[in-house]
C-alpha cells in the first residue's frame, strides 16, 4: 500500500465503483505525475475513508479510477489535530507558514489581524489572499501526498482567533515575556491530546492585551529556549515538535 500515489476524493465523485477527476487534479494526475492506465493509487475522502484503485482510463480531459477496496477511516490511528493560530505577518511569511506546515501535517489554519500585524486586509482585498492561501494549501497537500486538505480560516482578533479554538485538549502560546513554561518540561509525560491549538503572534509577539485574551481561553504560555524565532520559523518548530511526540513525524 504505501508505493501507490495518493490523493483527495470527494464522496460526491464516487459511483458505482468509479472516481473521477478533471480539472487541476486531472491535470497533477496525468500530466506532472504521467499516471496511465494499470497504475495503482490510494484515494481518500472527507469521511477519512481510504479507497484503493487502479487507474481505469486517462483522457484529455479526466482520469478514471476503478476502485478496488475500501478501508474505513476506524481502522487507522489518528495523529492529534494541529491548529496554528497565526497572526498575520508582513509580506510572503504567512504563505511559508500554510505551505511548509501543511506539510508538516496541520489541520487547520486560524489567522488572524494582531494588534501589531503591518498588512490591512479587508474586503475584495481579504477575499482574494484568502483564495490564494487556499490554493496553497490545496498545492502543499496535492505535493506532499497528504490524506486530507487543511482549512484556512481567518479572524478579525486575537480574541476572536483565540475563542476559537475552544475545543482544543491541548493549548499553547508562545509567550516570551513573563515566566513561560519551557515546552519541553510542559510536554514531558502528558498523555497525547486529540486536539492541539499554538497561537504564534506576528513579527514583534503579542501585546499583553493579546495574550491575556489567549489566557482567559486556557493557553498555557511556553518558551522554545532563549532564542528568539522569526515567526515563520516558530510555527513551524512548535509543528514539527508537537509532531514528533504525538503524531507522524
Not at 478496488?68 to 497565526?86: G, K, N, R
Not at 501543511?102 to 490591512?120: C, H, M, N, W
Not at 497528504?146 to 491541548?170: C, I, K, M, Y
Request: glycine content about 8%; charged content about 25%; aromatic content about 8%.
Amino acid at each position: 500500500m504505501s508505493g501507490r500515489r495518493r490523493f483527495i476524493v470527494s464522496s460526491r465523485s464516487i459511483r458505482d465503483g468509479y472516481a473521477s477527476y478533471d480539472g487541476p487534479q486531472h491535470h497533477h494526475m496525468a500530466r506532472v505525475l504521467r499516471l496511465r492506465s494499470g497504475d495503482e493509487v490510494m484515494l481518500i475522502d472527507e469521511q477519512g475513508r481510504r479507497h484503493l484503485g487502479v487507474i481505469d482510463q486517462v483522457t484529455q480531459e479526466w482520469t478514471a479510477v476503478r476502485l478496488t477496496e475500501t478501508l474505513e477511516a476506524s481502522q487507522f490511528p489518528d495523529a492529534p489535530a494541529i491548529t496554528v493560530i497565526q497572526g498575520l505577518p508582513k509580506g510572503e511569511k504567512i504563505e511559508l507558514v500554510l505551505q511548509k506546515g501543511t506539510e508538516l501535517g496541520v489541520s487547520e489554519f486560524s489567522i488572524f489581524r494582531a494588534d501589531r500585524s503591518v498588512p490591512k486586509l479587508a474586503g475584495d482585498k481579504l477575499q482574494a489572499r484568502q483564495e490564494r492561501w487556499n490554493r496553497i494549501v490545496a498545492e502543499a497537500a496535492r505535493q506532499s501526498e497528504r490524506f486530507d486538505q487543511p482549512t484556512v480560516a481567518w479572524h478579525p482578533s486575537a480574541a476572536a482567533a483565540a475563542a476559537g479554538a475552544a475545543n482544543a485538549e491541548l493549548k499553547l502560546l508562545l509567550w516570551e515575556r513573563g515566566a513561560p513554561t519551557p515546552l519541553r518540561e510542559l510536554l514531558e509525560g502528558m498523555p497525547r491530546p486529540a486536539r492541539i491549538a499554538i497561537a504564534i503572534g506576528p513579527e514583534g509577539g503579542f501585546e499583553p492585551g493579546e495574550a491575556e485574551a489567549f489566557s482567559f481561553w486556557g493557553f498555557t504560555p511556553v518558551t522554545l529556549g532563549e532564542r528568539i524565532l522569526r515567526t515563520e520559523t516558530a510555527a513551524l518548530a512548535m509543528t514539527a515538535i508537537v509532531q514528533y511526540k504525538w503524531g507522524d513525524i
